[in-house]
C-alpha cells in the first residue's frame, strides 16, 4: 500500500516534470507557472506536497510565487522547479532546472549527472556520506562547486525533511546507512567555481508550514489553525493558497502572530553567498525489500 502509494505520487510527479522541463517558460510569470504545474498535478489525481519551487539564478530554493507575482521569466535566466505530489501523505519530490543561457548549460548537465551518480550507488546499507563523496567528486572532477549547506533528506508521511540529511559533499564523522521501507530525495546543488558553495537565508519568506496546534485563546486565530491543519497537515503552503479563503491583509496578520507564537514557521529563501548561479536536480527513492525504487524516474 505504501509502495503503491509513493509509486503513484512518483508517476505524477515525473509527468508534471517533464512537461515543465519541455515548456518554454520565457515570459511566463512565476505565478503562472507555480498555478499551471499544482493544477496539473491536481488533474493527475494526486496533490501538491508543497507549494512549487520556482527559484531564479542565485537563488538555489524555497522562491514560490506571491499571490499576484509579477516576476517574468526572462532570456538568459536559469529557473529551478522543486515540485511535490503526495498522495495519502507519501510524498514524491523532485527537481529541474532549466536554462536559458547556454553559458549555463553544462552547470545543468553536470547536475544531472551528479544526480544519476548519486542515484546508481543509493541501495539499501549504502552510507549517506558515500553518496555525499560521489556528489562532491562528480561536480569537482566538472570544474564546478557543491552548495554545502543543502542536502537530500529523508521523508515521512506528510513530513518532507523528515530528520536524516544526505549531504551534497564529503563529511567527516557521523554517517547512516540507508535502510528498507523508507523514502529519500537526493538533490544536488551545483554553482560555478566562482560561487560560495554556501547558501544563506534572503528576506523573502513565502513558504509556511503549521509546527504546532496549541490553543491561542483567540478564537479565529485557531480557526484558522483548524483550517491549516485539515488541508495541509504538516505540509509546507503558501499565502497564495490562502487568499482564496481569506482576505489577504488579515492572512499576513494571522501568520505573523503565529510565527511569532511558534505555530508556524517559514522558508526564507536561500540566495548563493557569492550570488552566482545555483542548479539543482533530485529524485525521491523508496526502498523495500533491499530493492531501491526511484519513484520519480
Ligand atoms: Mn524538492
Ligand atoms: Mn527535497
Known amino acids: ?66 499571490p499576484q507575482d509579477r516576476i517574468q521569466v526572462k532570456d538568459g535566466d536559469v529557473l529551478k522547479i522543486d515540485l511535490g505530489v503526495h498522495i495519502d501523505g507519501y510524498i514524491a519530490d ?62 515521512e508521511q ?18 547512516f546507512s540507508l535502510v528498507n521501507n523508507q523514502a529519500y530525495a537526493i538533490e544536488p546543488f551545483v554553482t560555478t567555481r566562482d560561487g560560495l558553495g554556501i547558501v544563506y537565508e534572503g528576506k523573502i519568506k513565502n513558504i509556511f508550514s503549521l509546527i504546532s496546534r496549541k490553543p491561542t485563546k483567540d478564537k479565529d486565530l485557531d480557526n484558522f489553525i483548524t ?28 501568520i505573523g502572530y503565529l510565527i511569532k507564537k511558534k505555530n508556524i514557521r517559514s522558508y526564507p529563501i536561500l540566495v548563493e553567498g557569492n550570488n552566482k548561479i545555483v542548479s539543482q536536480a533530485e529524485h525521491t527513492f523508496f526502498i523495500m525489500n533491499d530493492s531501491s525504487y526511484i519513484i520519480t524516474k
Open 1 to 66: 500500500m505504501i509502495l503503491e502509494n509513493y509509486m503513484l505520487a512518483g508517476k505524477i510527479a515525473s509527468a508534471v516534470r517533464e512537461n515543465a522541463r519541455k515548456k518554454n517558460h520565457i515570459g511566463r510569470t512565476l505565478f503562472e507557472i507555480c498555478e499551471s504545474i499544482e493544477n496539473e498535478i491536481t488533474l493527475l489525481g494526486g496533490r501538491p506536497a508543497f507549494p512549487v519551487n520556482v527559484s531564479l539564478n542565485e537563488i538555489a530554493a524555497h522562491y514560490t510565487a506571491e
Open 94 to 155: 523532485t527537481a529541474v532546472t532549466v536554462s536559458y543561457n547556454s553559458k549555463y548549460d553544462q552547470l545543468v548537465n553536470v547536475t544531472e549527472l551528479t544526480l544519476y551518480e548519486a542515484i546508481k550507488i543509493a541501495k539499501v546499507n549504502t552510507k549517506s556520506n558515500e553518496i555525499g563523496k560521489t556528489i562532491e567528486n562528480t561536480i569537482i572532477h566538472n570544474g564546478l562547486k557543491p552548495i554545502q549547506n543543502l542536502s537530500g533528506h529523508s521523508l
Open 158 to 175: 506528510y513530513t518532507v525533511h523528515a530528520g536524516k540529511s544526505i549531504p551534497n559533499i564529503k563529511t567527516l564523522g557521523s554517517s
Open 227 to 254: 483550517y491549516l491543519w485539515d488541508q495541509y497537515k504538516t505540509l509546507p503552503f503558501a499565502m497564495r493558497w490562502l487568499v482564496k479563503a481569506y482576505d489577504e491583509s488579515i492572512l499576513h496578520d494571522m
